[in-house]
């Protein structure tokens, strides 16, 4: 491959795209809620911050995700973006507009104690039920 094609190529990458590798695409129908709580966890631990994203009824979902890492000093709130899509309407075919909410969050200064801590906790756990 040729140099002018990789430049060409990454000059004409979506920067969006990057954010990809750590957006959440929370449901209300799918999954529990501490499913997403400790995916965003986990998210966090591998890059510095994740992006919770949502549409229509998910987005209480998405805010409670949120202000749990909150909260519990995970997470410090980056950004919060909103927006109306259009989508199309599966059963009737037409086109209807859905509210977006896109919540970005990072990592707390606490964020690799607390961790740390958490997992000390489940180690002593497991040895306790070990030994019953």
């Known amino acids: 491959m040729a140099v002018e094609e990789i430049t ?3 000059g004409n ?4 795209d990057v954010h990809k590798k750590n957006r959440i695409q929370v449901s209300n129908t799918k999954k529990p809620l501490f499913f997403y709580v400790n995916l965003a966890k986990r998210y966090m631990q591998q890059h510095e911050e994740v992006e919770l994203s949502a549409l229509g009824m998910a987005i ?4 409670t995700v ?3 890492l909150k909260n519990n000093g995970l997470a410090v709130e980056k950004k919060i973006s909103t927006s109306t899509i259009d989508m199309r309407d599966e059963s009737r075919g037409r086109p209807i507009q859905k509210a977006k909410v896109e919540i970005i969050l990072g990592k707390s200064e606490q964020f ?3 961790m740390a801590a958490a997992a000390e906790e489940r180690e002593v756990a497991a040895e306790v039920d070990d030994h019953n």
């Open 8 to 10: 060409e190529r990454v």
């Open 13 to 16: 990458m979506d920067l969006n």
């Open 60 to 63: 209480a979902t998405v805010v």
């Open 66 to 68: 949120a202000e749990i």
């Open 112 to 114: 690799n104690d607390l």
